[in-house]
């Protein structure tokens, strides 16, 4: 089973700033089969970023994915207001195909 | 549009077990999805349960699956959980979701979630 660990836990930025959100996984993930969730409190995840690096209809081109392999990459390039949230890594291309990371909260500064 | 959402009790009895549905609308359940469930426990991160193809298949996360049973209902439109021997551990939003394909194994579609609280 893939253990995906992300780093850091919490990231503590200023809006217009540039984000940087690692996930780390155990064994390499084929397929770069790799998701990211931005969650914002009382809400149901949000797709971001599937296959390590496409963004999802209507994501914002500020936000991109990057990696393959073990280490993935989120990269938020100006911090919005409403960018402050909980990001969570997902590996979709092996079994079990649900493992989450633990999550990654960007505060404001 | 597709959409998910959840229903069933919110307080549970430990040594219970927990039932949970998820109505499809907007679409089919035999689509070609995975029907997932994640739960996430207050202030904590996501847990993915299991999940089910409309064909009846079943996938489960090992440190769950000796409690846990997923089953689909087409006629009604609908998937469902049962977790049983439920403790105060098992308190948490429990999301049901989809995946994009059968293969794509990322999810594009929550609904929005429902708390089930374990307490005697």
């Known amino acids: ?109 | 549009q597709v959409q998910l959402q959840e229903s069933g009790p919110g307080l549970v009895k430990p040594s219970g077990t927990l039932s949970l549905t998820c109505a499809v609308s907007g679409g089919s359940i035999s689509s070609s999805n995975w029907w997932s469930w994640v739960r996430q426990p207050p202030g904590k991160g996501l847990e993915w349960i299991g999940e089910i193809y409309h064909s009846g298949s079943t996938n489960y996360n090992p440190s769950l699956k000796s409690r846990v049973t997923i089953s689909v209902d087409k006629s009604k439109n609908q998937f469902s959980l049962k977790l049983s021997s439920v403790t105060a551990a098992d308190t948490a939003v429990y999301y049901c979701a989809s995946t994009v394909t059968f293969s794509l194994r990322y999810f594009d579609l929550w609904g929005r979630g429902t708390l089930v609280t374990v307490s005697s």
Do not use: H, M, N
């Open chain 1, 1 to 109: 089973e893939i253990v995906l660990t992300q780093s850091p836990g919490t990231l503590s930025l200023s809006p217009g700033e540039r984000a940087t959100l690692s996930c780390r996984a155990s064994q390499s993930v084929s397929s770069s089969y790799l998701a990211w969730y931005q969650q914002k409190p009382g809400q149901a995840p949000r797709l971001l970023i599937y296959g390590a690096s496409s963004r999802a209809t209507g994501i914002p081109d500020r936000f991109s994915g990057s990696g393959s392999g073990t280490d993935f990459t989120l990269t938020i390039s100006r911090l919005e207001p409403e960018d402050f949230a909980v990001y969570y890594c997902q590996q979709y291309g092996s079994s079990p195909p649900g493992t989450f990371g633990q999550g990654t909260k960007v505060e404001i500064k």
